[in-house]
């Protein structure tokens, strides 16, 4: 079975540029999770998609970020612009179910991010 | 109080070793916990989810006290391969069934 596809793998850009992020998620899996993980962190929540709609982006900075899962499948994790503070490393994340005591997050292996 | 809560860590043990982490959460309404387990500059894998009762999986206990809102993980008998970041991870922070919050996360390293 495939796992969780994500691309580019590195992205290094100047600060106030734009730099978006691409997900595939396990095919089935209709809960879909973009974080962001900065050294020496736990991963921090961004957004969260069961199948195309938003379950919770409270951690968004939606001033600069913004994210969508067009049909359900593959998602998009845009930062328009960049600060140096972005500098980490974007993980996704999906799982086959939510609300399921059981629930399992199978990760990509991320985007590293440097802002420059 | 925050959201998740880990032992900072970092953990030193040798082989053989018993050690346990433990990590505090929030919301006594959360449901689900897990620990995944993170080697370095490597994406988060489950270990274990944590139930009720705890369970045990090999050399692995997980354990989950509601009434003082913590989990805890023990490994025995630790070898060289243990040596990775553990990461407590809970579901329904926000009185949202559906929100998952990770602590930051506790550094294992096992040395011969």
């Known amino acids: 079975e495939a796992g969780v596809a994500q691309s580019p793998r590195y992205k290094i850009i100047e600060k106030r540029q734009s730099v978006a992020f691409w997900c595939n998620p396990i095919s089935g899996h209709a809960t879909l999770y973009w974080y962001q993980q900065i050294l020496g962190q736990g991963p921090k929540l961004l957004i969260q998609?069961?199948?195309?709609?938003?379950?919770?982006d409270s951690q968004l900075p939606k001033d600069r970020f913004s994210a969508e899962r067009l049909k359900g499948v593959d998602s998009t994790l845009k930062i328009q612009p960049a600060k140096l503070e972005d500098s980490a490393v974007y993980l996704c994340?999906?799982?086959?179910?939510?609300?399921?005591?059981?629930?399992?997050?199978?990760f990509g292996p991320g985007t590293r991010l440097t802002v420059l | 109080r925050k959201e998740v809560e880990q032992d900072p860590g970092p953990f030193n043990v040798p082989e053989g070793a018993t050690v346990a982490f433990n990590c505090t959460y929030s919301n006594s309404a959360s449901q689900s916990f897990f620990w995944y387990r993170q080697d370095c500059r490597k994406e988060p894998k489950l270990l274990m989810s944590v139930y009720s009762s705890g369970n045990e999986d090999g050399r692995f206990t997980a354990q989950l006290n509601r009434a003082s809102q913590y989990i805890s993980l023990l490994i025995r008998d630790s070898k060289l391969s243990d040596s990775a970041t553990y990461l407590c991870v809970v579901k329904g922070i926000q009185n949202n069934n559906n929100d998952m919050r990770f602590g930051a996360g506790t550094r294992l390293t096992v040395k011969p």
């Open positions: 998609f069961q199948n195309n709609g938003v379950v919770d």
């Open positions: 994340a999906s799982s086959l179910m939510t609300g399921v005591r059981a629930d399992t997050q199978y």
